[in-house]
Each structure stands twice: as C-alpha cells, then as structure tokens.
C-alpha cells in the first residue's frame, strides 16, 4: 500500500492555482474590514475633504438658524453672552443649546463606539461616517419639506442632525491622531501654524497637513455662503452630505498598516 506524505508548505505554494486552498469570499471581507487602515496622503485627503464639507455646513447654518452646527467655541460664546443679557435678540439660545449638547452627544456616541469596535478599523469609520452622512441627508429631508424658520421644531431638528453628525465626525478625526487637521476647529490650527519652529522647511509634512486644512475649512466657507446665496440654503447641506458620502466610498481603498513598511519619520515629507 502506497502512503503520501502531507504536502510542505512550500509544496502548497507551487501548485496550481486550481489546486490551492481557496478562502471563503466571507473571510476575506471580514479581514477587509477589520484592517486599521494607514497614515497617508489618501487618508489625509478624506480629512481635508470632510472639512470641506463642514465649511460649507456652518456657512449654510448660521443665516437660517443663528447658530453653528460645528463651531462650538462661537456657540459657547453666544450663549454666555445671551445669559448675560448682552444681546438683542440677534442669535437662537434655543439653537444654540440644541446644537452644543447634540454635538457633545454625537462626540460621546460615536467616539465610545469607536474606541469599543476600533478607531482605525476600516469598519468603524464606514459606519461612522454613513451615520454621520445619513444624519446630514435627513438634515436636508427636513429642511426641504418644511418652511425654514430661524426658531422652532424643524429648526432645532435640522440643527440637532447636524450638531450630531459633526460631533461624531470631529470624534472620528481626532481618533485618528491626525491632530493637524481637526475637520472643525481653525483656531488651533492658525497658531501652531505660525509657532511651527520648522515654518520655513521645503520638506514639512506637519505644516502642510495644517495649510491644507485651514484651506479647505476657509474654502468651504465660502462656498457655502455663495452657494446658500446664489442656489438655496438647502443646497450647501446637500454638498455637504455629498462630500461625506465621497469619503464614505474612499474608505474602502485605503491601504491597510501591515502593507506600509515605513516608519512614521519617512511619513514626514
């Protein structure tokens, strides 16, 4: 009687394709999913992008509701000063409070929940970021169908789906440890910016993460307010929940950390 040894794993390896061990189509999208993605330009460009996408949010904002949806340090501001009996009337405390504590709810959620599934993980910031672009659709659903009041119950819904969804972006972002490109807060960003003591170096990945940023948050701003003006104010939530979904899809072609040999230092270009 004939007896064949087991294959080496050399062996395996030279056969056929036909002959290989194939993987369940189930496992490879698990393991796709449970990648933690890498620092890169690609990563550093869905960033960018998401704020974008919160410029025009906040430009498309205020004139409608008197408040921001991601800027909390203006909210904070106008709320201790309404309190104070400062102000005649020329902001929305109600708004302001919807959108302060949705915005802190939407940071705890989802930033929680990061930290439980992984925050690197190629899962977790697809669900993050599909919640955080359906919150701004239904933004938008709401705007649209009803007529658009600075105060009341569509108001503080439309500015509590975005507060929300922002908190979770800002969270999602910060998770990532890519603290030079907030997606929300400029004011950080203009002052380590110009203390950078490496300001004036051609190669200088830190300084150029904060330029693009304060780029992108500025531009956004201003597309907002042009488009709310020249379209509708329901059109820059549209382009702000486009942006999201953008990044939504370029999720999935991030390159995982195992597939980048590079220590961090060479990252810094």
Request: hydrophobic share 50%; net charge neutral; aromatic share 8%.
């Amino acid at each position: 009687m004939a007896f064949s040894l087991p294959q080496t794993e050399t062996e395996v390896s030279s056969l056929p394709p036909s002959d290989c061990p194939r993987r369940n189509p189930k496992s490879r999208i698990h393991e796709f999913l449970m990648e933690d993605i890498r620092e890169d330009i690609l990563l550093e460009a869905e960033l960018l992008l998401l704020s974008f996408a919160t410029g025009i949010q906040d430009a498309a904002a205020w004139p409608d509701y008197m408040c921001f949806a991601s800027n909390q340090t203006g909210n904070t501001l106008f709320l201790a000063i309404g309190v104070a009996g400062l102000t005649h009337n020329q902001y929305s405390f109600s708004n302001i409070g919807v959108s302060l504590s949705m915005f802190v709810a939407g940071g705890f959620i989802l930033g929680q929940l990061g930290n439980l599934i992984g925050v690197r993980k190629r899962l977790w910031l697809l669900i993050s970021n599909l919640i955080q672009t359906a919150l701004v659709f239904c933004a938008l659903i709401v705007q649209y169908s009803w007529p658009i009041r600075r105060d009341g119950p569509a108001a503080m819904a439309v500015i509590g789906l975005l507060a929300f969804s922002s908190g979770g972006q800002v969270a999602m972002g910060r998770s990532l440890k890519i603290t030079e490109i907030t997606t929300a807060m400029a004011t950080a960003a203009f002052v380590d910016l110009v203390v950078d003591p490496d300001l004036g170096k051609l190669k200088n990945r830190l300084r150029n993460r904060r330029v693009g940023f304060l780029i992108m948050l500025v531009s956004g701003c201003f597309v907002g307010a042009f488009a709310a003006r020249e379209v509708s104010s329901s059109f820059p939530i549209l382009l702000c929940a486009v942006g999201k979904a953008l990044v939504c899809v370029g999720f999935l072609f991030n390159r995982p950390i195992k597939e980048d040999n590079r220590s961090e230092e060479d990252l810094k270009v």
